[in-house]
């Protein structure tokens, strides 16, 4: 019998990092209503009540080719409108909140992707490219992975703690009970397995801000009782589950006041918990000619079929681009040795069911829409959302038969 625990965290949408994140995201999707085919990587780093966003992008609609001119950017897209909504949506609006949405400090150095760059991508002959297609916007390696832990097909650590962070954000915006809870948090769940299946919670940690009116007990009691037991499955349960309610004993200074936050440093919150392995490209910010987003995203999709079809319990998937390149240089699947078929088998399934074509995979997923902001928080996966395409399970009878 094998015995192990596995840990996981999530982080709410007041964390430094997520404020990034959804600042990046939020710019992202609003260049995307004004046109679907933007060209978007926003970086956003925020401290204090300080938000730096800088960055490459462009909006074709707002080029008229034939005069060789551009409508400056701020004509049509109020930036930092678009930042303070955006922490205005995540709450920090507080009287106590020196990172407040209405009184930020925000620096812009958003500028024009690189020429270069967009050769390479757009689907156009350029001198030094050897086709015509939309390349890859960038080399590097994707995963996407899958198991049966969950509803949700994903692994059972990663899925409890992001339950935990939605459920303390669900209570604080509703602001009817717990009105001392502030929009900084973070949350850690233990599961120990048997055999490779989850079993029972070990441990769970929850810290989140506070106003500095309420005593420790208080926060303690209400964690473990209107969340922790709320949302978590009671017979994961035991007696001997340890609760780790705001261990310091205090944290009331949080979000970017306590701490700098910047685009891209929750990553492995972002997918699996560290479960499935991580090709190291973050995805806030990102259009979806990025292949660190949009392969990733792809990953997902053809691993959460794979378990779907029942062809594998677990499976993980990985493939590389090179900048510029149309087709991936490399496709790799992994079942660990719960596969109903071998693994070549299903990788051949694979590549009769789906394309990873960088322009494929945005047919595909229909992802020049204004959608990401739904994924910023909790997980870019396990989310029923039907916005959120590469979570259907829509392949998984065309898989099956084509694995035989």
């Known amino acids: 019998m094998s015995t192990y625990i596995f840990s996981s965290e999530s982080v709410g949408e007041g964390h430094p990092d997520k404020v990034a994140d959804t600042i990046s995201d939020a710019i992202l999707d609003a260049c995307l209503t004004i046109d679907p085919k933007s060209r978007v990587a926003c970086e956003t780093f925020v401290k204090s009540n300080v938000v730096v966003v800088g960055g490459e992008i462009t909006i074709p609609s707002l080029q008229d080719k034939r005069k060789g001119t551009t409508k400056p950017l701020d004509e049509v897209?109020?930036?930092?409108?678009?930042?303070?909504?955006?922490?205005?949506g995540i709450g920090y609006i507080n009287n106590d909140d020196v990172f407040h949405a209405d009184t930020l400090f925000i620096n812009n150095y958003l500028t024009a992707?690189?020429?270069?760059?967009?050769?390479?991508?757009?689907?156009?002959?350029?001198?030094?490219?050897?086709?015509?297609?939309?390349?890859?916007?960038?080399?590097?390696?994707?995963f996407g992975y899958a198991c049966d832990e969950t509803p949700e097909l994903m692994p059972a650590p990663i899925m409890f703690a992001h339950?935990?962070?939605?459920?303390?954000?669900?209570?604080?915006?509703?602001?009817?009970?717990?009105?001392?809870?502030?929009?900084?948090?973070?949350?850690?769940?233990?599961?120990?397995?048997?055999?490779?299946?989850?079993?029972?919670?070990?441990?769970?940690?929850?810290?989140?801000?506070?106003?500095?009116?309420?005593?420790?007990?208080?926060?303690?009691?209400?964690?473990?009782?209107?969340?922790?037991?709320?949302?978590?499955?009671?017979?994961?349960?035991?007696?001997?589950?340890?609760?780790?309610?705001?261990?310091?004993g205090k944290f009331v200074v949080g979000g970017p006041q306590g701490d700098s936050g910047l685009t891209g440093r929750k990553i492995i919150v972002d997918t699996y918990g560290g479960t499935g392995r991580h090709g190291g490209g973050a995805f806030s910010g990102k259009d979806p000619s990025k292949v660190d987003?949009?392969?990733?995203?792809?990953?997902?999709?053809?691993?959460?079929?794979?378990?779907?079809?029942?062809?594998?319990?677990?499976?993980?998937?990985?493939?590389?681009?090179?900048?510029?390149?149309?087709?991936?240089?490399?496709?790799?699947?992994?079942?660990?040795?719960?596969?109903?078929?071998?693994?070549?088998?299903?990788?051949?399934?694979?590549?009769?069911?789906?394309?990873?074509?960088?322009?494929?995979?945005?047919?595909?997923?229909?992802?020049?829409?204004?959608?990401?902001?739904?994924?910023?928080?909790?997980?870019?996966?396990?989310?029923?959302?039907?916005?959120?395409?590469w979570e259907a399970t829509d392949k998984a009878a065309a898989l099956k038969k084509a694995v035989g």
């Not at 897209?77 to 205005?88: E, T, Y």
């Open 113 to 142: 992707q690189s020429p270069d760059i967009a050769q390479g991508v757009d689907a156009a002959a350029a001198e030094g490219k050897k086709h015509k297609e939309q390349g890859a916007g960038d080399q590097g390696i994707m």
């Open 163 to 248: 339950r935990l962070g939605r459920e303390l954000t669900r209570i604080r915006k509703a602001g009817k009970v717990a009105k001392w809870l502030r929009p900084d948090a973070k949350s850690q769940v233990s599961v120990e397995y048997v055999n490779d299946k989850p079993t029972r919670i070990v441990n769970v940690v929850i810290s989140t801000q506070h106003a500095a009116d309420v005593e420790h007990a208080e926060i303690e009691k209400f964690c473990i009782e209107q969340v922790i037991k709320k949302v978590l499955p009671k017979e994961m349960l035991t007696k001997d589950t340890e609760y780790l309610i705001n261990p310091t």
């Open 293 to 389: 987003r949009s392969a990733a995203y792809m990953g997902r999709w053809v691993a959460k079929n794979v378990v779907a079809a029942g062809l594998a319990s677990r499976c993980e998937v990985q493939f590389a681009y090179a900048i510029g390149h149309p087709l991936p240089v490399s496709v790799h699947v992994d079942t660990f040795g719960t596969g109903t078929k071998p693994d070549a088998d299903i990788l051949a399934g694979i590549l009769k069911v789906f394309s990873f074509k960088p322009a494929d995979i945005v047919k595909q997923l229909n992802l020049l829409r204004p959608i990401y902001s739904k994924s910023t928080n909790y997980g870019h996966f396990g989310k029923d959302d039907a916005d959120l395409t």
């Open 77 to 88: 897209l109020n930036i930092g409108k678009v930042i303070r909504d955006a922490v205005r």
